[in-house]
Every structure is written in structure tokens, then in C-alpha cells.
């Protein structure tokens, strides 16, 4: 009788033991939570643009943009890899010297970017990224005091190199999250017509020479952007500066847009939790940034 309850004793331990097993290796195979950062910002600033195919004279004035990002950890690395999406819209209206002529720009570019995020274990606030972006810009430059070509088309597809750091502190009780970016195409191609020729030369029939390879010695961007996310509750207020810098050459046509803006806008991070999972209160939380 003894030796049966023993035995019996051994065979619950024995079963109690593999139950707990399978429940710590359920939670270390739950899939964490990979919420979305998504992010509306308007920056206003100032704007410097030179297109020698309207006109040999710089034009300056304001810079208007409207942005949307996104970013989110990878499903397949989430503590290692960060995706990132953009959208943006922006508006030049700059003026010559004399104040007598004005120059309106339009453009819109979405881009899209896979970044490698690496933790310093002697400083746990602190993440940087590096990793490669695709963009695709389009728009149009505008002087409608030209008589024959008062328009000036832009078109570029590149991609190039993107690095970031974010540093997450407390100022008193209010969390906030620092970030730097910058970002460089590196390769791509871009469309220019020759100096001088015509649209209506183009609409006819003249589509040679039109698209060129583009890379930094005659393609030159760079964009900066520096922002303090505030926590406010559930909603994080975006303050930022964003400097774009950008110089192309050929075909005889030089064009530079510089440009300095302040940023301000909003940030919410949001989860969707499929019905049939439910909450797991097991699974971990990996933000794309915080």
C-alpha cells in the first residue's frame, strides 16, 4: 500500500512538472504585440529653390508640407527589425529678388524603409537603426511668367541609405522620446529634359534623353529630421525640425530646393487584436520606437 501511494505520489510530481513545462514554453512561443506607430505632422518653414530650366535667378520664400509615417516592428524579428512607411505632401511659394515674380512648387513622395534596430545594454534608452529606403517623388515647379515653359516636371524613383537614433527620458513625469534621422538616395533614376527644349517638343514625339541614372554626384538629398515626442496620456504631441537639402545637375539644368521647417503634430500607437486570439496577458509589447 505504501509503495502504491509513493508511486502515485511520483506520478502526479511527474505530470505536474510537464504541465508547468508546457505552460512556460506556451508563453515563450506566444507571439508579442507589435503595435502601430502612426504619426500626422504639417511642418511651415522656409524655402530656397534655383531651377536654371525657368529661370538663371534663386527664388526664396516659405515651405509648407503635410506627413503621415508609420512605423511598426517586423513579425519575423521584432526586436531586430523596424519597418517604416511615409507619405508627403509639400508646397513651395517662393519669390525672386525683385518680389515681382513668384515660383510655386507642388510635390508629393511616398517612401517606404527597413530598418535593423540595435539595443545598447549600457544605456537602455537608447536605440539606433540603420538600414535602406525606396522613395518615389513627383510634382511639378510652376512660373507663370514664362511664356514658353512655365512648368518644370519632377519625377524620381531612388533608394539609398537611412540611419536614426531614439533616446527615451523623463523630463520630471512627462516621458519623452528624442529621434534623429537622416536619409540619402544613393541610386535611382530621375526625369530632365535637355536645357532649352519644349515641352510641346517632348509631346511630339522627342522622348530621348528624358530619364537619367541618378546617383549622389549628380543627385544630391539629404534629409534631416529631429523631433521630441511628448507623452501625453494615450496621445503623444510631435515637435520637430526637418532640414531637406537637394541639388541635381545634367543637361546643362542645375536645380536646388532648400528647405527648413518646424514640425508639429500627433502620435498614437493602436493594436489590432484579431477575435479568435483575444488578449493574451502573457505576451510582451515591442513598440516600433518607445
Partial sequence: MRNA???????????????????????????????????????????????????PLHYSGWSATLNYERMQAMGFDPERWVMQLGLQAKF?????PARNATMWGIEAELSWAMLRRHRINSCPRLQLYWGGFTAARGGTLLLMRNGNNPAQAIGAWSMGAEVAA?????????????????????AGVFF??????????????????????AW???????????????????TVLRLGYACDVFSSKVSGIVSR????????GVAVEWLTIG????????????????
Avoid at 513651395?92 to 525672386?96: F, K, L, T
Avoid at 529634359?193 to 511630339?204: A, K, M, N, Q, R
Avoid at 483575444?278 to 513598440?287: L, Q, T, Y
Fill in 257 to 264: 530646393n532648400i528647405a527648413h521647417r518646424f514640425v508639429l
Fill in 92 to 96: 513651395d511659394d517662393a519669390h525672386n
Fill in 216 to 234: 549622389p554626384g549628380n543627385y544630391f538629398r539629404l534629409d534631416n529630421l529631429a523631433t521630441a515626442d511628448l507623452h501625453l496620456g494615450n
Fill in 192 to 213: 530632365s529634359p535637355d536645357y532649352g527644349e519644349l515641352y510641346y517638343e517632348i509631346f511630339l514625339g522627342n522622348h530621348s534623353g528624358l530619364v537619367h541614372a
Fill in 166 to 186: 531614439a533616446y527615451n527620458l523623463k523630463i520630471k513625469r512627462l516621458p519623452v522620446t528624442l529621434r534623429y534621422q537622416a536619409r540619402m538616395p544613393l
Fill in 5 to 55: 501511494i509513493i508511486a502515485i505520489l511520483l506520478m502526479l510530481a511527474s505530470v505536474h512538472a510537464a504541465l508547468a513545462s508546457e505552460c512556460v514554453d506556451s508563453v515563450e512561443m506566444t507571439k508579442p504585440y507589435r503595435p502601430v506607430l502612426s504619426a500626422y505632422t504639417a511642418g511651415l518653414g522656409s524655402a530656397h529653390v534655383c531651377n536654371t530650366y525657368l529661370t
Fill in 275 to 290: 477575435r479568435s486570439r483575444g488578449i493574451d496577458p502573457h505576451a510582451r509589447i515591442i513598440s516600433a520606437m518607445y
